[in-house]
């Protein structure tokens, strides 16, 4: 009977393992792949992924493989066989899975610490271009700092949705703001480093583009920031993905990836349309 | 006997109908002096359905401009002097939601006739009238349902707004009078079938607030009243 329950949990485990190997955990009908990497420090997100994914495959592998070992060799036990314990019993078993776990989490966060940090605790390059990027009940907008390259200041008390002054900008009084292009898509040039800077005006929200390979909170009352650079022109989606309100499923944006020449004329339309 | 003729002809006299004495009418024009602030393009990417439904991107209406000047989206109405009116109608204004926009952008209606919202748009719109003498309600209004019934008691000025789609607004005039008028894109305006007396008109615009003159009828004459209003570039 042991024997059997031993075949049956490698059985299983292997056959858990098989669409996690082949990677049909993405076959939602839609792609069989990851949706492609369009930035420059995605492939290393996707590496850290597949090599979190190959550690804790292996290790369920093996731990499933010692569980029906032991239960092959000891299920049958008869009452009077002895009762085998751990060298040095309880206290040292603890010790050796904490030690054994506790590397493993280590060596992960080691490895990991790479693809993180490039992205989170370098700063973006001088030259980065900066938007500003702000999330509110239940659209993003986007604000570049226009000729001056200047942002005018934010005041709350100006915000006039129907009127389209979704920041609060005052250009009745304050100059710098005056040339300030907002808009509800976010466009970049390809190949340069962009500097977004994230501004919550009311809830928590999320700014999440899978091809980016970026996921950041909006959080209220934090100046938060992520940086990146895209490589692939396109239109991508840009979607809310912190449960922020009854619009929460219909809070998204565009990310458009252009070319500089593009993006210089993109930007020549929105300045006219201020 | 006596007594009872004078009876029925005060009688007369106090329902009589306006056209008994003549009707006046008030009509004009609202204008605007200096420089609009510019109308800003509304950025529809979030929700293609309906940017598609615009051939060119629209702007914001907060100032509605015509020829020479004129004002439109203006509500003119007497807001003072008018003769106690009948019940609302019972016909229901209608604000409609097409293309991510309110159409009208200023419905004026009376207060407690009754308003229907239809969702002509394939996606969900949240209608949010801001209401601070009413009752302020937010209602959701999905894709294909039937429009929605509601009214105002009592006069205000409302604006709307879609909590989806941020740059959706629109207005909302709920008076007491039957006599408004809603400036057309020349800015023009007529109110009609006023009997003789003495009125307050008032124009109402959405950016820069109201403005009042008085005007007495006598009889079946038509006064003019124009309205300026002094624009703000920003």
Redesign the interface.
Known sequence: MGRLFAVILVVIALASAIPIVTHTWYASGISLSPPPDISKHGHAIDEQLSETMIEAGLLFLAAQLVLAIFVGKFADRKPEDQIRTFPGGAKVMVIVALVLVGSEILALGVLGQKAWANVYFKPAAADALQIQAQAGQFAFYFRYPGADRKFGALHPDKIDEGNSNFFGLDPANDLESRDDIVTGELAVPMNREVLLLMHAKDVGHSFYVRELRIQQDFVPGLDLSVHFTATKPGKYEIVCTQLCGLGHYNMKAYLNVMTQEDFDSWMKQKASEQ | MRRKQVLVVLLAVMISPAWLFGAGTVSGKVTYTGTPA?Q????????PSCAKQHAA?IT?E?VVTGANNALENVVVYISAGAPDESSAPSQAVTFTQKGCQYIPHVLAMRAGQELKVVNDDQ??H?IHPLAKVNHEWNK?QPPGTPPLSEKFEKEEFI?V?C???????GFFAVLKTSHYAITADNGSFSLPNLPPGKYTITAWQE?YGTQAQDVTISGSETKTVDFSFKA???
């Open positions: 510019k800003k393009t509304i950025d529809m990417s979030k929700e991107p914001t907060t996606t969900a949240n959701s604006p707004k909590n989806v789609h941020p740059w959706m607004r950016d703000k570039p920003y």
